[in-house]
C-alpha cells in the first residue's frame, strides 16, 4: 500500500530540536483549513489553536511554572525552546448529540493532524501535555476559561540538519492491535 497519506503516517515523527524559523501565521492558515476533514459529528469543531510567537510563549512558561511551583525562569526557558508554540484548547459546544468525549477526539484529532501537514510542510513539531495541560495556573496565563481546556501544545520550527534524515522506525506488529469477533 502506498500513497501520499500513508507515507505522512509512516515518516512523521517528533523533533524535540528546532531551528529559529517556523511558519508563517498565513501557513498555519492554510494547513488549518484542511481540518475541515476532521470527523466531526455534527461539525461542532469544539477546538481552537492559540498561536505563541516571541515574548507570548513566556506566558506558557509562567503557567508552566506556577503549575509546578518551580523556577520561572527555567520553565519560561521551557516554553520559549521552540519558535512557535501551538496550544491545542478544546472548545466543547452544547449539543444533545454529541458528548464531551467526542468532541474532545475532534481535538485530538485536529492536533494530530497538524502535526501531519507540519510534518510533510518541513517544520519539525513535538505535542507535549501532562498534567500540566490541565493545570488551572497553565489555562489562567493562557486566558482559557472554563468549559473550555488544554489538550497540550506542539513546539513548532524548523529542523536542524543533523535531524533531517529519517531514522527508520520499528515496524509495528499489527496483529497485535486488529482482533476479529
Do not use: C, N
Not at 508563517?24 to 470527523?39: D, K
Amino acid at each position: 500500500m502506498t500513497g501520499p497519506a500513508f507515507e505522512a503516517l509512516r515518516l512523521r515523527r517528533s523533533h524535540s530540536k528546532h531551528t529559529d524559523e517556523a511558519p508563517s501565521r498565513a501557513e498555519l492558515e492554510e494547513l488549518l483549513s484542511a481540518m475541515s476533514s476532521v470527523a466531526d459529528h455534527s461539525s461542532l469543531r469544539p477546538w481552537r489553536i492559540i498561536e505563541l510567537r516571541g515574548e507570548a510563549r513566556a506566558r506558557l512558561g509562567e503557567g508552566l511554572a506556577k503549575a509546578a511551583g518551580g523556577d520561572r525562569e527555567k520553565y519560561v526557558a521551557k516554553a520559549k525552546r521552540s519558535p512557535l508554540v501551538l496550544v491545542i484548547v478544546v472548545s466543547p459546544r452544547a449539543s444533545g448529540k454529541v458528548p464531551l468525549w467526542e468532541q474532545e477526539a475532534v481535538a485530538s484529532g485536529v492536533a494530530h493532524y497538524l502535526g501531519l501537514l507540519l510534518h510533510e510542510a518541513g517544520w519539525g513539531s513535538i505535542w507535549k501535555s501532562g498534567s500540566a495541560a490541565r493545570d488551572r495556573a497553565v489555562r489562567k496565563a493562557l486566558g482559557v476559561k472554563k468549559p473550555e481546556y488544554l489538550l497540550g501544545w506542539l513546539y513548532v520550527g524548523g529542523i536542524p540538519e543533523r535531524d533531517r534524515k529519517p531514522k527508520p522506525r520499528k515496524p509495528l506488529d499489527a496483529s497485535r492491535h486488529l482482533t476479529a469477533l
